[in-house]
């Protein structure tokens, strides 16, 4: 899983199995979480929220689960394809006072999907 | 119209050069974002702007100059640049601050 500060990690799939991201986050006072993904020489592109009074919301084929309680998000893929392969982002909203809006990444994780 | 353009994709200039950023969107969003991506790293917020004030600055070197003329658009002046600034810039918008951003694809920087 990636958490802020650590080299990036990797994570190979075979097409068709589930694939499962971590995040540990760090701000206690984080309340609204997301997930991003990137592919190559585009911008991040929005898979799913979650804000903090939840702990698990599903998407088509993703679902995110937040553990606040060890400050861990995960993202999982269901029936993963090749298309899904990318750097995947956690990204934490500070909410409160001056930060209010401050979206803060994870350091990704690089996702390989093979045929 | 439900994304985020940027201008232009590729930028490569001098150090002595001024040149700017540009970013639109018409989605209604009242917030915008501009961030700097080096290879290999997550994005990194440099300014946000809420309902067309500025409200975060990260401490972004003053050769980096925003400005927001309108809701839909928000440009990134630079001048003087290093080197060290060559780097992918996206613009993101949202609802208001606390909600999901939309990211453009970027511009190509490269400072020479």
């Known amino acids: 899983g990636e958490s802020v500060g650590l080299h990036l990690p990797t994570l190979s799939v075979q097409e068709g199995d589930n694939s499962i991201i971590n995040c540990a986050y760090s701000n206690s006072a984080s309340d609204y979480f997301i997930w991003y993904k990137q592919e190559s020489g585009k911008g991040p592109q929005f898979i799913i929220d979650?804000?903090?009074?939840?702990d698990k919301r599903q998407g088509q084929r993703v679902t995110v689960l937040l553990n606040k309680t060890v400050k861990h998000l995960s993202l999982q893929i269901a029936a993963t394809q090749p298309g899904d392969s990318a750097v995947y982002f956690c990204a934490e909203n500070n909410a409160g006072g001056t930060s209010y809006g401050k979206l803060t990444f994870g350091q990704g994780t690089i996702l390989t999907v093979h045929p | 119209d439900t994304e985020v353009t940027q201008t232009p994709k590729h930028l490569v200039m001098g150090m002595t050069n001024k040149k700017s950023l540009k970013c639109e969107q018409h989605?209604?969003?009242?917030?915008m974002y501009w961030y700097k991506q080096k290879a290999k790293k997550p994005p990194e917020l440099m300014f946000v702007y809420s309902y067309e004030k500025l409200s975060i600055n990260e401490s972004v070197p003053s050769r980096f100059s925003p400005e927001c003329p309108n809701s839909s658009l928000l440009n990134l002046h630079l001048h003087a640049l290093q080197p060290e600034d060559s780097a992918l810039y996206l613009c993101?918008?949202?609802?208001?601050?606390?909600?999901?951003?939309?990211f453009g694809p970027g511009t190509r920087l490269t400072v020479l």
């Open positions: 993101a918008s949202s609802w208001d601050s606390g909600n999901e951003q939309f």
């Open positions: 989605m209604g969003h009242r917030a």
């Open positions: 979650i804000r903090s009074n939840m």
